[in-house]
């Protein structure tokens, strides 16, 4: 079994910024691409950010780049997520997840084990 474990959740001001973190439990991440997702009240969830297996290659939503960044340290076994220049348009449930490939994708359903999120609110 594989648990991810998201924590750094919280209350913002639009501005401010919060640094989320995955851990997981059961297996090392270091063989694994990553992924952050996000999911609002009434809506589809959307990728956020991923990382290939090396953290050596990165992607990033759109309505994210240049104010997030995802990063990992295989050898704590974390993820993180870095969020800048928070909008209240962020609020949601942001997922870490894990996918079998060491390649980024965008698409959730090809990720296999999700944690159980953690909430992200902004106030403008």
């Known amino acids: 079994q594989v648990q991810l474990v998201e924590s750094g959740g919280g209350l913002v001001q639009a501005g401010e910024s919060l640094r989320l973190s995955c851990t997981p439990s059961?297996?090392?991440?270091?063989?694994?691409?990553m992924g952050w997702f996000r999911q609002a009240p009434g809506k589809e969830r959307e990728f956020v950010a991923g990382?290939?297996?090396?953290?050596?290659?990165?992607k990033y939503a759109d309505s994210v780049k240049g104010r997030f960044t995802i990063s990992r340290d295989n050898a704590k076994n974390t993820l993180s997520l870095q969020m800048n220049s928070l909008k209240p348009e962020d609020t949601a449930v942001y997922y870490c997840?894990?996918?079998?490939?060491?390649?980024?994708?965008?698409?959730?359903?090809?990720?296999?084990?999700w944690g159980k999120g953690t909430q992200v609110t902004v106030s403008s």
């Open positions: 990382i290939n297996w090396s953290g050596g290659r990165t």
């Open positions: 997840a894990r996918r079998i490939s060491g390649v980024v994708s965008t698409t959730h359903n090809e990720y296999d084990y």
């Open positions: 059961g297996r090392t991440l270091s063989s694994y691409a």
